[in-house]
């Protein structure tokens, strides 16, 4: 039979690691306040693990007249702090220590001057420092300010509350209900018991734990004490040594801080209102390869084209999400309009066609093709490979052209984003926007080096070309003879003998042949060349998409995922910092 293994716990420092990643991801994006408390989490704990871990720092909090001061002095064995009733007197944190060797690094980062150590026979608190802090609804700011920083950072905290304020707002909202995941490292008493009737104590611990429960604190220890009586004391001084012998109290203090702090990072980058279906997007890079093989057979404008096109999509965006996969196409098409891809790919098959006739024609009339402009010259395209590649005379996109290319990008933005929480979405839209200025310089550097050498000559064409005068040097050769026979008749000299072709002289049979046999290799030497503008403007239609493509991919898509990656990496990284 199998049995199941358990999940293994996170350990602290994968915890913290993966809250500092988390920082360093959020920085920028998410609520300023809640990165910087999260970093100072991760600070605060590099500190705390280089310092004493043999000593356990436990700091005793509550409100005036709740009687602290006295559990201090009663825990400490003599009176070391001053007690008062009904106003504080307790204005600064000081420190009782047990063994305190090796304690002054810990009690200067938690700047605690006054300190006392405790003379005792037993090692049972060995490495306990104890604390009393001023009263937290002290009329004095510094007073509150004082324990809210030490609060902060101590590694066990005891709640001193008495029966008149135990049900106080002002400690629960302020301090208790946020220190939820602070279980492990919190201690309640409910001291001054004795003021109460047995069965009114009872009604009091009862609703205190209603009220703990309320706070999601349901399993914190509660305590009834009675310094007067020394009811519950030594109840908590058992609890202390527990505490303090087992030497962990300021690693779940760590624990419960990054936890915290995660649970704050987690609500400031909307990661507990992602909709259904983000793990299942997460996932779906290992899932794409084969979805854009199918998508990129739509990207030709042929089905053989789009085949041959589509091979190489599926190998191009396997690192893309299937939703971003699906924002290849339209977004090249709208880029491609834009950069006047159109235009260029029937500029090709005009100057094939062109330069075919000026290459293959009669040189009768072939020189009256160059008077005419070269289609790809005048957008300034066709360069040989390698050359610097000028700006383009390519007509710039139109409005409507603009407004789709805008559009195509908000739209890559929006698909990406559609599972994802505020501020994540917005970063992932304005991250498909982050390199729009770029757009169209280098859409048209792409067009440019893309139909760098595109004028290359086919071969047949100097084999034809060299027919060609060969035929036109055989019909001048026939003009001369015909020429010269004309000019004996005319001189009344001696004819002499022509060799004849049937019935036809020799030169006009080579006169007209070689014309008739020109015009003929023209005309088919055109019919050829259109068939090969149309191969080539096929081709270059199939190079400009690659190259519109590898322009979307890096100034759109691959920003845009950059940022859905970065998101979905904080979600996994809360994940692992909340434990």
Known sequence: MRTMRRPRAVSLDDRLGALAEAVELAEGRLDAAAVARARAVVERAGVRRGL???????????????????LFNALAGTSLSPVGVTRPTTSTAQAAMWDPEGSAGLLDWLNVPRRHEVDTETDALSGLVLLDLPDHDSIELAHRLEVDRLVAVVDL???????QKYADAAVHERYLRRLRRHQDVMVIVLNQADRL???????????????LEEDG???????ATSVTTGAGVDELRTTLTKRVADRRAWASRLAADVGTAADALATAGGADRTPAGTEADRTELDRTGAEAGRTGTEAGRTEAEAGRTGTEAGRSEADLSKKLVGQVRPLTVALAEAAGVPVVVAAVAKAHRHRAVAATGWPVTRWLRRLRPDPLRRLRLGGPPGERTPLTSIPRADTVQRSRMDLAVRDAGAAASAALAEPWATAVRHSARSRSDELADRLDRAVATTTAGAGRRPRWWRAVGVLQWLLFAAMLAGALWLAGLFFLDYLRLPELPTPTVGRL???????????????????????AAALGARRRARKTRRALTRAIETVARELVLTPTQAELTRAHRFTDLLTTARG
Do not use: N, Q, Y
Request: net charge positive; with cysteine.
């Open 197 to 211: 009737s047995p069965p009114a104590a009872d009604r009091c611990l009862s609703d205190l734990r209603r009220l």
């Open 505 to 527: 002289p020799l030169p006009t049979a080579v006169l007209a042949g070689s014309a008739l046999a020109g015009l003929l290799v023209a005309l088919l030497s055109r019919l």
């Open 157 to 163: 905290l005891v709640w001193v509350l008495d029966p």
């Open 52 to 70: 004493s871990v043999d000593h356990t720092v436990v700091a005793l909090a509550g409100a005036t007249g709740s009687g602290k001061s006295s």
């Open 217 to 223: 604190l349901s399993g914190v220890p509660v305590i």
